[in-house]
């Protein structure tokens, strides 16, 4: 008799978790309290125009000899607008800043689970220590101190809820051009 159970439980167990599906969240979550997560990330990549610039960068630097961002900052640098940089699939172990210049030139990996940065290091980007510095140009600038015509400061007045796709931007502050996309 317990050789006849063993194998009926083994049976029995193999036919469980077809029939042991996952249950929907509806019904059980109030719909208002569900978050639509289909909108998250960073959106598709920008069709249209937009050309490679250079070759593609190689991963490089390891844990013990974290490497600078130059070859990186400076291929950004070389761009025109409507360029990207590519960087090659693989870990970036990078000792001090990315610097994005304001040329809409984009940096882009090889994938989402592909290309990897590892930052041992920072750098200073005005007033904020950061790993990721976004320079200013004619239509955005963080408050650096050259030109009024270069420098835009507006201030952000409507549009902070949390979930919100758009923020108001008032009169400028300082500037002749007003911050915008892009």
């Known amino acids: 008799m317990r050789f006849v ?3 009926l439980f083994v049976l029995i167990m193999l036919f ?24 998250i990330g960073a ?6 125009s937009w050309t490679q610039c250079g070759a593609t960068i190689a991963a490089y630097g390891s844990v013990v000899s974290p490497q600078s961002t130059s070859a990186i900052n400076n291929a950004i640098t070389s761009c025109g ?7 090659g699939p ?6 001090d800043k990315l610097v994005m210049g ?5 940096l882009r990996g090889s994938g989402p689970d592909k290309t990897v940065l590892r930052f041992y290091g920072g750098g200073s980007c005005w007033i904020a220590t950061t790993l990721v ?13 050259g030109s009024s015509d270069v420098d835009n400061l507006a201030n952000w007045t409507a ?3 949390r979930g919100t796709t758009t923020i108001t931007i008032g009169a400028n502050t300082r500037g002749l051009h007003k911050p915008a996309v892009g």
């Open 90 to 95: 693989g870990t970036f172990y990078l000792g």
């Open 5 to 7: 159970r063993r194998p």
């Open 81 to 87: 607008a409507n360029h990207y940089v590519l960087l």
């Open 133 to 145: 510095c976004f320079n200013g140009g004619t239509s955005v600038d963080l408050g650096g101190t």
């Open 159 to 161: 549009g902070y809820a």
């Open 16 to 39: 469980v978790p077809v029939c042991a599906c996952a249950q929907s969240w509806s019904g059980v979550l109030d719909p208002s309290r569900a978050i639509d997560w289909s909108t």
């Open 102 to 106: 304001a040329n809409n030139v984009v």
């Open 43 to 48: 959106g598709p990549i920008p069709s249209g």
